[in-house]
């Protein structure tokens, strides 16, 4: 089930991503922008299916553990890999405004996943007013990604495909309900090999959900990187880590309250280490550039921290 439901969350993204992003720029949105929004809520859907799943039938410790999980991975395992096939030149307001804010997202849900340290509280969790309030950020950075369409230059190679509209059309629809079947198998069997092996259901998700679910992000920005679409890798992988905090999550807690177990903080506090590292890691060296080098020292750190979970149980 695991399986099958990665397959279809798989292809399900990549004709949502190539649906959609051909219909947006039927309108004249720049490729970066479409990488931040259309692409990135594309190969973000896999998480949102498979949590809005997961909330709704009571699971939140796989709904938590995969949007920690994903951004991990978006960040160190996908724009590291992305890096050592090329190397990625990030635009300033990537560098000064995208990746800050999802610092900021990250350290949100730290903050609002620690009632008990902050608040007193008998147990961690993120509310749906929380939920909210994530969500109210979701749609400011709408906001400021669309503002982007008039100030973003463009490198005449970062073109997407064009199709018909009949036909992308139908590719996004066909993706959506791709997805939605996907998630669903994908939770289920999650739920079931976690019971079985006898692990915590924070450990599938942190490790096997989310690593299938980023595989989209992963295919894409390597796709785009060796096509030379430097921005559409990039976008991607900052919008989908956005998306998933911002849309994902506050969307998985406004369908339930979500429970924060003490591992999610450890977890957390690792989206926000790596987020801030990457973040420095731009001024080291080549300014601005996600280097060869740094990519296979972002890989190493992702599967070093693996390993560490897979221990912790």
């Known amino acids: 089930m695991i399986l099958g439901g990665f ?21 004249g949105i720049s490729a970066l922008v479409v990488g931040l929004t259309v692409i990135a809520f ?61 610092l ?14 902050l608040d007193g509280a008998i147990v961690n969790s993120i509310s749906r007013i929380e939920g909210v309030a994530l969500l109210g950020f979701f749609l400011i950075f709408i906001v400021y990604t669309f503002g982007l369409r008039e100030k ?17 059309l139908f590719y996004t629809i066909g993706g959506l309900a791709a997805l939605g079947v996907g998630g669903q198998l994908v939770v289920a069997g999650a739920t079931s090999v976690a019971s079985s092996l006898g692990v915590s259901d ?38 989908s880590s956005i998306f998933n905090i911002f849309f994902v999550l506050s969307s998985s807690a406004i369908v339930a309250p979500l429970a924060f177990a003490d591992a999610n903080i450890t977890d957390a506090v690792m989206v926000v280490f790596a987020t801030f590292g990457l973040f420095v ?24 921290y693996m390993l560490y979970v897979i221990l912790r149980g």
């Open 152 to 168: 973003t230059g463009e490198h005449p190679e970062s073109q997407i495909e064009q199709m018909a509209f009949a036909r992308s």
């Open 42 to 102: 594309g190969t973000s859907a896999p998480e949102f299916f498979v949590n809005v799943i997961s909330a709704a039938g009571g699971n939140t410790a796989i709904a938590v553990g995969n949007v920690l999980g994903s951004n991990l991975a978006n960040i160190l395992l996908v724009l590291g890999i992305t890096a050592m096939i090329a190397p990625l030149k990030l635009e300033s307001s990537t560098v000064w405004k995208e990746i800050p804010f999802t």
């Open 7 to 27: 397959f279809l969350l798989t292809k399900g993204a990549d004709y949502l991503v190539g649906g959609a992003s051909s219909i947006a720029r039927k309108f």
């Open 281 to 304: 890691s731009l001024f080291a060296g080549r300014k601005h550039v996600i280097s060869k080098r740094k990519g296979a020292l972002l890989v190493g750190l992702y599967f070093a």
């Open 202 to 239: 924070n450990l599938i998700a942190l490790t096997v959900v989310a690593l299938g679910t980023s595989l989209p992000e992963l295919m894409a920005s390597v796709v785009a990187a060796r096509k030379g679409h430097q921005d559409l890798a990039i976008g991607n992988v900052v919008g």
């Open 104 to 117: 900021l997202a990250a350290i949100m849900v730290l903050v609002f996943g620690s009632d008990v340290l």
